[in-house]
């Protein structure tokens, strides 16, 4: 009798056809009955179905942001040689904001509220212009429309959009473009990691001394900023096999995801900097912590990635430590 009655009761819900996050998955489960049979099958039920229903939004999910990131990626690479750019600044005489930078985010956003209308969003340029930083557990994109706009200012060709979409406050998808090499690195959670649709792994670089770094000035010139870089860069140096920038830390996580470098470090950074390299370099095999050797706080404005623990530790010994304002 228990038997049938669990599995009545197990057909009444897969008539509801969950469509809803795990997350929401989850609140319907604490209503099911409470004996052991019953939470056993229970939780292999719902486990399936969360399992299930993730994969079938990230589908959905990745399909959407894919095409509206090719489509921006080409008005970039449009203007990107143009020289008339209509160039402002936002924190500081080299923090620069282009009209490309607040195009691009604008097309990104309408195009996934559209077909996401109960999404979040962090946008770079939202930000800067006022916005909250809202960095919940709610589905939500995290953007730089155009990351390396230094790089754009000057047609030097290594900008690239970076885009991510975090649930639960965890990646599960992350695409860095660069249109004007034509280099599309996409992960998703559990999928592993691509560029131009062909698997891409970490390095398998162990020893500092063997190890390419990337590294950067950024765009303040903050002076205690200036000299812990500095210090870094003269400490590091003898250290390794060199030292790397490519003015954008979306296409410096890139280059580590890919093999090229084997690890990245940078304190002032956002989490729009970063978000997409986390889960393109976690799904290529590598790892991304806190520059002191702790878990990464995304709002912490620090970052530190490596092809793999123990080089990233080696790093992270050797590094001065930078604290800046936390987003």
């Excluded at 904001?97 to 604008?106: A, G, K, L, P």
């Excluded at 770094?213 to 812990?228: A, H, L, N, Q, Y």
């Excluded at 250290?239 to 995801?257: E, I, K, T």
Aim: with cysteine; glycine share 6%; charged share 25%.
């Amino acid at each position: 009798m228990l038997i049938a009655r669990y599995l009545k009761r197990l057909n009444r819900n897969l008539r509801l056809r969950v469509e809803t996050l795990p997350s929401d998955i989850s609140v319907i489960f604490r209503q099911m009955p409470r004996n052991n049979f019953q939470n056993q099958c229970s939780c292999k039920f719902f486990a399936k179905m969360s399992s299930e229903t993730a994969q079938i939004n990230t589908n959905e999910f990745y399909d959407v942001v894919l095409s509206l990131t090719k489509n921006c990626g080409q008005l970039i690479k449009e203007r990107i040689s143009s020289r008339t750019k209509k160039v402002e600044t936002k924190t500081g005489a080299i923090d620069f904001v282009t009209e490309t930078d607040q195009d691009v985010e604008r097309l990104l956003i309408d195009g996934l509220s559209k077909a996401f209308p109960d999404h979040k969003f962090i946008g770079e340029e939202t930000v800067s212009s006022g916005a909250q930083c809202d960095f919940t557990d709610a589905p939500t994109w995290i953007i730089d429309p155009v990351d390396g706009t230094m790089n754009f200012v000057h047609s030097f060709p290594h900008s690239c959009i970076s885009i991510a979409l975090f649930i639960n406050k965890l990646p599960v998808i992350g695409i860095i473009y660069n249109p004007m090499l034509d280099q599309l690195f996409t992960a998703r959670k559990g999928k592993g990691a691509y560029l131009n649709g062909q698997k891409i792994t970490v390095s398998g670089t162990k020893a500092l001394a063997d190890a390419l770094i990337m590294m950067e000035f950024g765009t303040s010139r903050d002076p205690e900023r200036r000299k812990v870089i500095l210090e870094n860069q003269q400490n590091l140096m003898p250290q390794v096999h060199g030292l790397r920038a490519l003015g954008s830390a979306a296409l410096n996580m890139a280059m580590v995801a890919c093999g090229a470098a084997d690890a990245y470090f940078e304190y002032g950074i956002h989490i729009w900097d970063i978000a997409a390299g986390e889960m393109i370099i976690t799904e290529a095999g590598g790892v991304v912590i806190d520059p002191a050797g702790g878990e990464i706080d995304r709002l912490s404005r620090r970052v530190l990635a490596a092809s793999n623990q123990e080089l990233a530790e080696q790093l992270a010994k050797q590094l001065v430590q930078f604290y800046p304002e936390r987003d």
